[in-house]
């Protein structure tokens, strides 16, 4: 398969698509998706070729080497088990996968070649459970949630994990800050961390060789801060509980030179529950995405040249999941034609007779899936067939049997890139 021919090959201007403009609309081209599979029994990425109308073929999966969290660490966040964003990223220059291996307090990384990957480093990740990864040139950095600890590598020419000496430094709230993600700013010269647990947002300086110094302490502007991502010089983070302990919501703020935060916009709640994950548009850059779990929807805001933030469309609400299942990671295409999303898959919480809330006969279904949408000119959403959404439905278990569905993703996947 050839990932870079273009609509052109195949077609005349634009893709026959309804809504799409043939004289704006990029040049379509195919690409790829990486899945995490974050299991406890080892850990693996697997690759979706992408064809130029966004659906997706699986095409092979490529051990880690480490382990996974799985779904055995926490069964109250089966479907979400690191509750993180940035478990699995992309190389600057886009040669390079870096992934957590959760489960054996290790990152890996694997070589880019075409629609196979190949297996470069793994090494300990500084700390216990890591969650979250960021990268800037050749400096990767790792959030650990175990025990708080950040640390640092430098990447090789050839994509091999140096550690840095002097790099590791912990979060304000330590063991029990529940970080959910760590970002280097845009010029690489500080690091954002989120703490889930403790409402805080720590920004770390990064000296000229790379190491981390002591974190400044920010009070986050609403509870449960999630995302730590940018849009240009705007730090954007989500809100699991929103500022009123609802619905989820974003906040924006500026980060100042010495560490601390200044608000731009203040939690600006969501119409949806749990809002978590995020992904800036490519077509119009005004326009961010938000996964809000519970809802199983994404939700959308507009960025203003100043950082403010309103809802889009009027009542933020965008799309849902098929049968609104729990939205989870979230990428972008760099062509930014398509969005994909880690779907859960039904309740675990209420059909898993190991928990107190468990209800006999409930419908029950391990498998999650990747959910797809067209970004259309408007910015709205268009939806697609994805991955593993068509598999056979739920199968209906009873007590201490717990039987899974064919086809989807593994249980507990997490991680997600693009291109």
């Known amino acids: 398969m050839d990932t870079n021919v273009t609509a052109d090959a195949v077609t005349e201007l634009g893709s026959g ?16 998706v990486y899945v995490m599979s974050n299991q406890e029994t080892g850990n ?4 979706f070729a992408r064809d130029i109308y966004g659906n997706l073929t699986r095409k092979g999966t490529y051990p880690t080497g480490g382990l996974g969290a799985g779904r055995s660490y926490d069964l109250e966040d089966a479907s979400d088990p690191l509750v ?6 992309i190389s600057d220059d886009k040669r390079f996968l870096f992934g957590v291996d959760a489960g054996s307090n290790e990152v890996s990384s694997l070589a880019i070649e075409g629609e196979r990957l190949r297996h470069i480093s793994r090494v300990p990740s500084g700390g216990v459970r890591p969650v979250s990864l960021t990268v800037h040139g050749n400096l990767l950095y790792v959030a650990n949630s175990g025990d708080g600890a950040v640390s640092g590598f430098t990447i090789g020419d050839y994509g091999q994990l140096t550690p840095i000496d002097g790099s590791l430094q912990y979060l304000v709230g330590g063991a029990t800050a529940g970080p959910s993600q760590i970002s280097f700013t845009p ?11 403790t409402n805080v947002i720590d920004v770390f300086p990064v000296d000229a060789y790379g190491r981390a110094g002591a974190p400044v302490r920010n009070d986050s ?3 449960a801060p999630f995302t730590a991502t940018f849009h240009g010089e705007f730090l954007l983070v989500t809100e699991v509980v929103g500022g009123h302990n609802f619905l989820g919501s974003m906040s924006t703020y500026r980060v100042n030179r010495d560490g601390t935060l200044q608000v731009i916009s203040g939690s600006v709640d969501t119409t949806e529950a749990t809002t978590c994950w995020t ?3 490519v077509l119009d850059p005004s326009v961010i995405y938000a996964a809000s779990a519970q809802s199983g929807s994404i939700a959308g805001f507009r960025i203003s040249d100043t950082g403010e933030l309103t809802l889009f469309p009027p009542d ?29 898959g039904f309740d675990e919480k209420i059909a898993d007779p190991r928990l107190p809330n468990y209800t006999e006969g409930t419908p029950y279904s391990n498998k999650m899936s990747i959910a797809a949408w067209r970004i259309e000119a408007s910015g709205g959403l268009t939806p697609l067939r994805g991955f593993g959404v068509q598999d056979d439905p739920p199968r209906v278990v009873s007590q201490g049997v717990l039987a899974p569905s064919a086809g989807g993703l593994a249980p507990g996947s997490e991680g997600l890139v693009a291109i």
């Open 187 to 197: 010029d690489g010269t500080q690091l954002v961390a989120t703490e889930r647990q």
């Open 279 to 281: 992904a800036n548009s």
């Open 17 to 32: 698509h309804p809504g799409d403009d043939p004289t704006t609309a990029p040049p379509r081209r195919g690409g790829f």
């Open 44 to 47: 693996s990425v697997t690759v």
């Open 84 to 89: 993180s964003q940035g478990s699995l990223i």
């Open 316 to 344: 933020g609400h965008m799309a849902i999941s098929r049968d609104q299942h729990a939205t989870q990671d979230m990428a972008i295409t760099e062509d930014g034609l398509y969005l994909y999303v880690i779907v859960a």
């Open 221 to 223: 502007h609403g509870p």
